[in-house]
């Protein structure tokens, strides 16, 4: 009986194992399915969409000057590409919804109305985040950079070194945006504790710059961005704990 009863519960761990393995197999078709139909809706306007992202650099450009293509390919294959990138970032909340669907069952009501609204403010300060950098730092970096080109040098920047740029920034900004959600989750999970992270404020700030000199171009007006903002959302996060702490 005890051996028929094992064989009992193996299969039925490997029967729930595959149930589990083909609900995930579900939710990922599912989330790139989503990406595919926002890339096909978004495919015909793809040289308008990359006119728009280069618009900070197009504007700090003299009078005249255009970007580059210095590759065959690239005035096809460029625009594709920053549109397939579009596509996902467009339908991050879908690919999040998701996954919520696939972990959702598995958690207590507690940790459900824990997780949501992170999840929901995650999704919404990674989109700030790239909004900042398109329209706060990008304009000043570029109008500094361009700024700094000598006399008789003409500044031709390539279609696809212009997009490796923008699509770091992008990164980098909407994860930076996350930091009160880390600082709140830290807290929230008892890691450690709101006065713990105020006695590390000043390795903080120093990090922040650090981070800033590695991750964003090589000038003075995106490193100081990064850093400033990710040293006022670490503030931000750090006050949301306290509060959340007390209530």
Not at 81 to 106: E, H, R
Not at 107 to 129: A, D
Not at 193 to 216: C, E, H, L, N, Q
Request: net charge positive; aromatic share 14%.
């Amino acid at each position: 009986m005890t051996t028929e009863s094992n064989v009992n519960k193996e299969e039925s761990a490997q029967q729930s194992l595959i149930q589990h393995l083909m609900e995930l197999r579900s939710c990922i078709l599912k989330a790139l399915l989503g990406v595919v139909v926002i890339f096909f809706g978004l495919i015909w306007f793809r040289n308008d969409i990359y006119t728009f992202v280069a618009m900070p650099l197009i504007q700090a450009l003299p009078a005249g000057s255009k970007l580059i293509a210095t590759e065959v390919t690239s005035t096809f294959l460029v625009p594709i590409k920053l549109t397939l990138w579009l596509s996902f970032f467009a339908a991050v909340p879908w690919v999040i919804y998701q996954i919520w669907l696939f972990i959702a069952p598995g958690l207590y009501q507690k940790e459900r109305r824990l997780v949501f609204p992170m999840v929901f403010s995650s999704i919404l300060l990674f989109y700030l985040g790239m909004m900042f950098a398109y329209f706060a730092v990008m304009p000043l970096m570029f109008k500094f950079l361009v700024g700094t080109t000598p006399d008789g040098v003409e500044m031709a920047t390539d279609i696809s070194q212009y997009l490796s740029v923008i699509l770091r920034l992008f990164f980098i900004f909407g994860v930076a945006f996350e930091v009160p959600v880390a600082i709140i989750l830290l807290v929230l999970m008892n890691v450690i504790t709101v006065d713990k992270i105020s006695s590390k404020r000043p390795y903080i700030i120093i990090g922040a710059f650090i981070v800033a000199a590695v991750v964003t171009p090589p000038d003075v007006l995106s490193q100081v961005a990064f850093a400033g903002m990710t040293i006022i959302l670490f503030e931000v996060g750090l006050w949301i704990a306290k509060q959340l702490k007390r209530s």
